[in-house]
Structure formats: C-alpha cells, structure tokens
C-alpha cells in the first residue's frame, strides 16, 4: 500500500468562491465521500484549511529566521484542503480523485508521499 495527498485547489477570486448555499451539498457529499474512504479502509486523514490569507510563511536565509503573513504567491487558486488515503497504486489513488472532482468541481492534486 501507498500513501497519496489528494490535494483540492479552492478559487481565490470572490466572483469564483461558492455561496453557503452553494457548499452546502458539497460539504455533504465531501462528508459523505470520508465515510466511503473510511469504510473502504483508505482514508488516513483529510480536513479543509482555512482561506490563505490566515497562513504564515516561515524562512531561513543566512541563519535569520523570517515570517510574512499569508502565501508567497499571489495566485487564482490555493489548497483548501486535503485527504490522504492508503491505497494499492496511483489508479486506486486516481480513482478518489475523481470521485473527490466530481463531487467538489475543483482540481484534485494526486501526489504520492516519498
């Protein structure tokens, strides 16, 4: 078995950002996809993260420790959140990442742990 972070990249834009309305039945579809994954005996972790904004980014140059509020980069999306599963392969793994699209509409990252 392999470990994968299957990765879901949330718009930044406000025009692109769902209602409450909106996430209400993916966040039960989402909810609803855990408990498959745990039944299933995938599921290791997952949760969502709070906007980019609430991030602080951490660096070491030259000994001198730096912290700046929020992402490096000034981009259309950021991770919003992630599940990691316990599966066979990368098909297995591409398999919940559908799944996971299909409920979120979002791009799904699938990378395998080193």
């Known amino acids: ?6 990765s879901m990249h949330y718009p930044t834009e406000p025009e692109n950002i769902p209602s409450p309305e909106e996430l209400a039945p993916v966040m039960k579809g989402l909810g609803e ?3 498959e994954m745990q039944a299933k005996g995938v599921w290791v972790f997952g949760n ?9 980014v951490v660096r070491v140059e030259d000994g001198d ?4 509020d929020g992402p490096y980069l000034e981009t259309k999306e950021h991770l919003g959140g992630f599940t990691i599963v316990d599966v066979d392969d990368l098909d297995a793994a591409l ?6 699209a299909e409920i979120t509409g979002l791009p799904i990252e699938v990378r395998p742990f080193q």
Do not use: D
Request: avoid cysteine; glycine fraction near 4%; aromatic fraction near 8%.
């Open 95 to 100: 398999h919940w990442a559908t799944r996971t």
């Open 65 to 68: 420790v730096t912290t700046t």
């Open 48 to 56: 969502g993260l709070h906007p980019a904004s609430t991030a602080t």
């Open 33 to 35: 996809l855990a408990e």
């Open 1 to 6: 078995m392999s470990n994968y972070l299957l």
